[in-house]
């Protein structure tokens, strides 16, 4: 499976529900974040141009937004797997013999 699929398979039902979640408690600006950040991922053709929301994920703690406990945990739960997709797919994860 090519990198860009497994990435979206796995990311973009995460993001699709803290959108969602961000809608239904009026974070507009935290969803239109998100919704570019899952554009971004879909339309990506690349490893280059999976690197951009890949990145922006990571910097939304870093650039001050806070959420609630429901959008907290969705927030952690797509970083922790954004982390762990990439260890997979660089082969850190892979046990040497």
């Not at 979206?8 to 408690?25: F, G, M, S, T, W």
């Amino acid at each position: 499976m090519k990198k860009g699929t497994l990435i979206r398979n796995e990311l973009a039902p995460l993001l699709d529900r803290l959108i969602v979640q961000l809608e239904d408690e009026g974070q507009l600006t935290y969803r239109a974040h998100f919704t570019r950040i899952r554009t971004r991922l879909i339309r990506a053709n690349s490893d280059w141009e999976l690197a951009r929301p890949i990145f922006d994920l990571s910097a939304a703690h870093a650039i001050g937004f806070e959420f609630s406990n429901t959008a907290d945990a969705l927030v952690t739960r797509i970083l922790s797997k954004s982390m762990s997709l990439n260890r997979q797919i660089n082969g850190i994860d892979q046990i040497r013999h």
